[in-house]
């Protein structure tokens, strides 16, 4: 079959119905968060993909955008057949609290002067970000998240969201990004305002309704671009050739290629971006630090999920060494983490350039069943001591086959199954006296939370069994998983 376009979209808006409380203590009175949905949310609501974007991105993800006719910034992503399969998957992208696109921020009226915020508007973090969203996720009805994805300042969204709310995801995919931002990436950032600031067009952010800083604005760009680029592709791309000419110009008009992209890169920005909301992300970006008392780690210990961490092997802004001590953090805390970095020569902005890899990476892990993603959790248990009859009761009260036998703590013994009552019965013994503990089978053949889907079939056709107990490190029961388990998740 052939991948798809999910067509053309419009971006949508949810209005919240209280004010939104900020990290600094500060409120927000009736703030928008604007949003695209694409494919369908299934009955259960377990299919839901929340991407993110990064600094200069919007809402709009993937597709056709009704208003302009343009292409969405992953849509060589998300799609029906693509690695974010929209046959699959519900996938829902924002707009960030501070942007400009649709979202409350520093452009949007402050509904107390009837004016635009401009700074008055409160300093944002990452964390606020992701509060609104919650709100989104909630609005939508949806209880946990199959999987988030996210890139740069979206990896940050994602990271805010395994600490915030780990029991609301079943996955994150978490690319090109870092878990506090460095005094490099602060000092980019602070260089990039002062572009803005110095404009005498910014005016102390009162700049709406007149011209807009566009030259502090460009050159922040310009400057933010740099660090999105490597060394050996702005040589591959640029050289040292000049643009429109033969000779030095002996003048200080531009002579290089790379200078002219540049400008291009800058003065296109100025026509989608606003000056006020670049302020406000790149202070985002700079308080981010996920670090809770001195310790990484800590900020994981709630999670659950499975994680997939993606690096740039050519990536100077967020580097992989800055992966990897999030990776370990995450293997420190017991969590389900896997680590890829993709070799490009194209630096930060590989994650939106080397599609065929980030496809591969993202589809093999999504498309990964694991045991936790689809066991019985609401599961029936029995003591040792009880009778096969009320094993039985259980059974055809519950409509289930298998009951694993646990002790006062949860911890299995073993396991009773319908074959077990039935035999009882077909000894002609009294099922009212006999004891769990005579007939239970003892040497249980069990799975763990992170066991492939795969590997537990080959074990249920090896030993030819039709339910499994699931258990954890300490031999606590936590679920059950069945064949019907596994045939069900062709659905999703």
């Known amino acids: 079959m052939k991948k798809g376009s999910v067509g053309n979209v419009e971006t949508k808006t949810y209005a919240l119905p209280n004010e939104l409380v900020l990290k600094s203590g500060k409120t927000l009175k009736e703030v928008n968060i604007a949003y695209e949905t694409y494919g369908k949310l299934n009955k259960d609501k377990n ?161 709406y309704y007149k011209n807009q800083p566009s030259e502090g604005l460009a050159l922040a760009r310009m400057i933010g671009h740099v660090t999105y ?88 802004l967020y580097t992989p060494e800055e992966a990897k001590e999030i990776v370990s953090a995450m293997s420190t805390s017991g969590i389900n983490v896997k680590y890829h970095e993709i070799k490009s020569i194209y630096g930060h902005d590989a994650f939106l350039i080397e599609n065929g890899q980030m496809s591969y990476i993202i589809s093999e892990f999504l498309s990964e069943k694991i045991v936790e993603n689809i066991m019985t959790k609401n599961f029936s248990t029995i003591y040792e001591n009880e009778t096969i009859k009320k094993a039985a ?30 035999k009882s019965i077909a000894e002609e013994n009294s099922i009212e006296n006999i004891k769990i503990s005579q007939m239970m089978t003892k040497n249980v053949i069990t799975a763990f939370i992170d066991d492939k889907i795969e590997k537990i079939a080959i074990k249920m056709q090896e030993y030819n069994i039709s339910c499994l107990p699931v258990v954890d490190q300490n031999g606590l029961v936590i679920g059950m998983i069945s064949a019907e388990n596994i045939t069900n998740t062709i659905t999703i």
């Open 47 to 207: 299919n839901a993909i929340l991407v993110f974007h990064a600094l200069s991105g919007n809402a709009h993800a993937a597709g056709i955008h009704k208003t302009d006719g343009k292409l969405g910034w992953w849509d060589a992503l998300i799609g029906p057949l693509k690695c974010i399969d929209t046959n699959k998957y519900f996938v829902i992208c924002s707009n960030v609290l501070g942007g400009c696109n649709g979202t409350t921020g520093p452009s949007s009226i402050n509904p107390d002067t009837n004016k635009p915020y401009g700074i008055d508007f409160p300093v944002i973090t990452i964390s606020d970000m992701v509060t609104l969203q919650k709100n989104l996720i909630d609005h939508l009805g949806i209880k946990k998240l199959f999987s988030i994805i996210g890139g740069s300042m979206g990896g940050m969204q994602a990271l805010e969201w395994c600490a915030t709310y780990p029991e609301v995801i079943n996955s994150a995919v978490i690319i090109a990004t870092t878990s506090s931002s460095s005094p490099q990436q602060i000092a980019f950032n602070e260089i990039g305002r002062r572009a803005i600031m110095s404009d005498p067009k910014w005016d102390g952010g009162k700049y």
């Open 229 to 316: 680029l490597s060394k050996d592709s702005m040589h591959e791309k640029f050289g040292r050739c000049l643009q429109d000419k033969n000779e030095y110009g002996f003048n200080f008009e531009t002579d290089f290629q790379v200078e002219s992209y540049l400008k291009y890169q800058g003065d296109s920005f100025t026509k989608r971006f606003d000056a006020n909301s670049y302020l406000y992300l790149t202070k985002a970006l700079d308080y981010f630090d996920l670090t809770k008392n001195g310790s990484l780690s800590d900020a994981f210990e709630k999670l659950s999920a499975k994680i997939m961490i993606v690096s740039i092997n050519s990536d100077w």
């Open 393 to 422: 009761s259980l059974m055809v009260s519950k409509n289930i086959t298998h009951i694993p036998v646990v002790s006062n703590e949860n911890k299995l013994l073993g396991i009773i199954t319908a074959w077990d009552v039935s």
